[in-house]
């Protein structure tokens, strides 16, 4: 989904430096070849992690960027400096990020339409993700509605608000327990099936619900809360890698309250001179080939460290370490 909560407030003066030195000539090199408009490298230049394809056709970088946190407090209403929200979106893309995962509920709207106010025109190869079936009574409040009307609406809305005729990867925010699934699915496909989606993806489910939503339509790609420290949905990634399904991770790294302090996750970030949530980013690459992290930000250097983590890797036995729950 993008997690809900607000950005983690921590000292990245540290990581700022580990940036510099790791990984801007891989974005200056982008910026020099690829900037906003031009078509994206078949290989990937942000990172030395190779892309995923979608549903088998559709590449993407493995680490993405999730629009959540470009809009107002509390995922309400218009960012308080705009020029700035503008500018990481931009940034993004020239750093070689070519998934951009948003959603209607974001703001509501205000996030799909600084995507397209940064963006569009887009480059060639840029994949952006929103979703759709959950709505904003209020700040603070997410309410699902899976009523196929309502979704079929969505995706209209969704399309004039990012300028597109086609929508890469549509996702179910959620399933609505006050609607059959096959209903919710069913309007998506009939969206589909009349060219105003590519393909098709759920968040916050298990193996059966996947396994039920793809007797209506084909799915690639599940949205579930996952980082080093959360791993309540574990049965899930399984699932996901063992049917090749892209698992795109929110809250990769804790959140607005970060991750809880870990004496490995200090210890490996101290070896390589870096910063726990960049050790956690290069933990949930090298995870899963499947494992798509979206990590959001409303700030420039912040986003320029998480996509320094792509180049972070870790050793064996740094990773045993972590994946034993840190």
Not at 104 to 111: F, L, R
Not at 156 to 161: A, G, M, N, P
Not at 266 to 278: G, N, P, W
Not at 288 to 295: R, T
């Amino acid at each position: 989904m993008s997690d809900l909560s607000t950005e983690p407030n921590h000292d990245r003066s540290l990581t700022r430096r580990t940036f510099l030195g790791m990984s801007l000539a891989g974005g200056a090199a982008l910026l020099a070849g690829n900037p906003v408009g031009a078509t994206f490298a078949s290989t990937m230049t942000m990172a030395e992690n190779a892309a995923f394809k979608l549903g088998g056709s559709l590449p993407v970088n493995r680490l993405g960027f999730g629009a959540m946190r470009i809009t107002g407090d509390g995922v309400w209403g218009w960012p308080a400096d705009r020029p700035n929200a503008l500018k990481v979106l931009r940034r993004a893309v020239e750093l070689g990020v070519n998934l951009i995962d948003t959603a209607d509920a974001y703001g509501p709207d205000t996030s799909e339409l600084l995507i397209a106010e940064a963006l569009h025109p887009y480059p060639t190869g840029l994949v952006i993700a929103t979703k759709g079936g959950l709505t904003r009574p209020g700040p603070g409040s997410w309410k699902p509605n899976g009523q196929p009307d309502y979704l079929k609406k969505c995706v209209e809305d969704s399309l004039k608000r990012l300028k597109l005729e086609r929508i890469e990867l549509y996702q179910l925010h959620r399933i609505d327990p006050k609607v059959p699934m096959e209903d919710s699915l069913g309007a998506i496909k009939e969206m589909q099936d009349a060219g105003k989606i590519r393909h098709v993806g759920l968040s916050e489910v298990s193996p059966e619900q996947i396994a039920q939503a793809r007797k209506v339509v084909p799915i690639v790609s599940v949205q579930n809360r996952y980082n080093v420290l959360d791993r309540e949905w574990e049965k899930t990634l399984a699932y996901c890698e063992k049917e090749q399904i892209g698992f795109m991770p929110w809250s990769p790294i804790g959140g607005g309250g970060g991750l809880k302090s870990s004496d490995t996750l200090q210890a490996v970030a101290k070896a390589h001179q870096t910063s726990v949530y960049q050790v956690a980013l290069a933990w949930l690459l090298q995870r899963s080939s499947v494992m798509l992290p979206i990590p959001g930000t409303s700030s420039v250097a912040h986003l320029e460290e998480n996509v320094a983590a792509a180049k972070l890797k870790l050793t064996p036995e740094e990773w045993k370490s972590l994946d034993r729950k840190s």
